[in-house]
Every structure is written in C-alpha cells, then in structure tokens.
C-alpha cells in the first residue's frame, strides 16, 4: 500500500516564486505554508495586508505581501502593475460566499466577481509573466449548479448564497477547461489544474475574515471538527498539482466518500464541467466583462 501523500513531496522549491491569492486564513493559508516550508518564495495576494504580514511572520521563509481585492479590477490591475518580475506559479485560491446578494464596485454579482471574473482578469494579466503553471481552486459544489449563461449575474433569477456560490465555481470549472485547451492549441509551456479542497470548515464557514451566518455558525463549526478536512488537509489538492506529474487539466479533490474529507486524488467532474462549447460562452462573457484576454502566440 502506498505511503500517504505528505508535504514532503514537494521537495525544495528553492528560486521558485509562486503566488497565492486569499492567503491570510483558510486553505490560502495552509498553501502558502507548505510552499513557503519547501523554499519557495510566496507573494501573498491578500485584501487585508496588515493580517498578511502577521501571517508572513507566522509562516516563516521567504515571503512578501501584496495588496489584491478580487472584487475590484482597479485593484487587480494595481497588483499586476506592482508585481515584479516573473512567477513560476499562479495558485488563483481565494473566494466568497456572502450573506446577502450585493455588486461589486465594477457592478458583478460580489459571488461571481470574487471567484471567477477577479481570478479569470488576474490570470490573462500575468499570464506572460507565469512560467509554468496555473492553479485554479474550484469546488466539488458545481455538480450541484444550474448554468444561466444568459443572467450569469443572476439578477432576474433567484439568488441564494449556496446556489450563487456552486454556480460561480461551475465557471470556474469551464474557464479552467477552456485555458487548458487553449494553452495546450498554443503549446504554451504553461500548464494548468483545477482543485477542489474537500470541506473545509474555515472557508464554508466565513467569507474572508468574518462569519457568513452567525446564527449556524457554531453549529458549522462543531460538525466541521468532526467531518471537515483542516487547513493543511484542504491545501493537499493544490500541492499535489505541483508536487506530482498529473496530466495537464486535471481535477485534483479528496478521496473521502461525499468529497468532504481525505487525502488528494484526482477524481471526475460533472458532465456540464465537460462541456467545451459552454467553456468558450464562459471564458467569452468573462473577457467581455472584465475587458481582458489570454495572451496566448
């Protein structure tokens, strides 16, 4: 029987500089430790930088913090600006389930802008400066959602947080279908992977910093303990994309029965995060919002 997977896989990622977006709390955290503890050079892309720079004192290494609010395009194209130099890795981590349905400054659905629209801008911007993978951490939640390529901002459909969370990680799934057949028809050297952290109670249970409902929360939470994967657990999909050779595309999520918990393994995903043809309706109406594009030769 093989030995589980442990950090130690990544062996010394000395001289690489890899970036992680949402990472003061939750699987960001535990990421940005494990490469941090492995050598690599980690650029924290973080709202609050204040808590990321207690978190780069915490973690250790070789560390930096950049300020980065993906629900904002001035933002994520001020971070693009003051990013030096190239990154070996782009891990797109962070992400949002909130209380209430609001817009961002930009006018996108505050769900949607988080986990896909800030991310897909983020990527096409430095994607000539990336030399050799793209992480995008998506959900296990999108075999429950409903694509609505014609209201993807769900303003004439009915919001919920689950539902507007499991739709918005469904586009994050076809976008990541869709870059990695685009990179591969540009034999770009860049490859890229999808991941899917189990259930992990700090991210199910807070948007960001702070509680999404209080009322359940202790509840969440006292379930969690029990069931969920913790930090470093839920960051074992996304290192194992680094550490292993997997195919190019792949979906990286626990072996646990439900997708809650366990070590990380590839495994399926839904039908609709299959379909091509949806891919480009996605990755088109997320280029024509957020007026970025991949610069693929």
Known sequence: MAAPWSTSRLGNLAGKRVIVTGATNGVGLGTARGLAHAGAHVILAVRNTDLGAQRATEIGGSTSVIKLDLADLASVR?????LDGDVDILINNAG????RRRDTVDGFEMTLGTNLLGPFALTNLLLPRIRSQIINVGSDAHRSATLRLDDMHLRHHKWTPMGAYARSKLAVMLWGLELDRRLRAANSPVVT??????WVASNLSQVSDKPVFAVTHKVVRAVA???ANDIDAGAAPTLYCISEPIPPGSYVGVSGRLGLRG????????????????????LEFAENETNTALALP
């Not at 949002?96 to 209380?99: D, K, Q, S, V």
């Not at 992977?193 to 189990?198: D, F, N, Q, V, Y």
């Open 193 to 198: 992977h999808l991941t899917h952290p189990g």
């Open 225 to 227: 303990d029990r069931l």
């Open 263 to 282: 070590g990380p393994v590839l495994i399926g995903r839904s039908v609709l995060a299959c379909d091509y043809d949806a891919a480009a309706r996605v």
């Open 96 to 99: 949002a389930l909130t209380e």
């Open 78 to 82: 001020a971070f693009a600006d003051q």
